[in-house]
């Protein structure tokens, strides 16, 4: 896609599910320079096409270190999807006037929901009993014996 006029340039060097997901949406506001699909190898790229690119959009698996920053001379914020920021060398975007922001904890509710949820998977054995079922075996070698009762104290002084 050929770059719009007066658009900020945003640098994905490998793209976060989140940009997968909207990426029609993120296109729409910004000249995404998309290095994962470059054929150059990363630093040729960078000095090739990102120069301007006033902002990074990135994953933990993407280190924002200090070889990253001098090659974005032009980089004013490094925005991380994931709710830490270890893979990014915060000191040094300090020292060169870079933002740094994530997702905080955007997450926190639906990984403690997604938590609760496996406990009791696991605990009850519903995966496996769903297993169980869809292979036949419950026809054959009857019923599945189920795990064992959940049991969860509610603490009166939590408030919930």
């Known amino acids: 896609m050929a770059p719009l006029p007066n658009l900020p340039e945003v640098l994905i060097i490998n793209p976060p599910p989140a940009f997968i997901s909207f990426e ?12 994962w699909e470059s054929p150059l190898p990363l630093d040729q790229y960078l000095t090739t096409h990102a120069q301007s690119a006033k902002a990074l959009l990135c994953r933990a698996l993407t280190p924002v270190n200090v070889d990253l920053l001098r090659q974005l001379p032009a980089l004013k914020l490094v925005v991380s999807v994931s709710t830490g920021a270890n893979h990014v060398d915060k000191a040094e975007c300090r020292r060169r006037g870079i933002a740094v922001t994530n997702a905080g904890n955007a ?12 406990f009791l998977d696991v605990n009850r054995k519903i995966s496996a009993a769903d297993w169980y ?14 795990g064992s009762k959940v049991f969860i104290y509610f603490h009166p002084s939590l408030n919930y």
């Open 107 to 118: 997450y926190s509710e639906d990984v403690a929901d997604l938590a609760v949820g496996l």
């Open 24 to 35: 029609s949406d993120f296109t729409k506001k910004f000249n995404i320079l998309r290095a």
């Open 133 to 146: 079922v869809r292979r036949g075996l419950w026809s054959s070698k009857g019923d599945y014996p189920l």
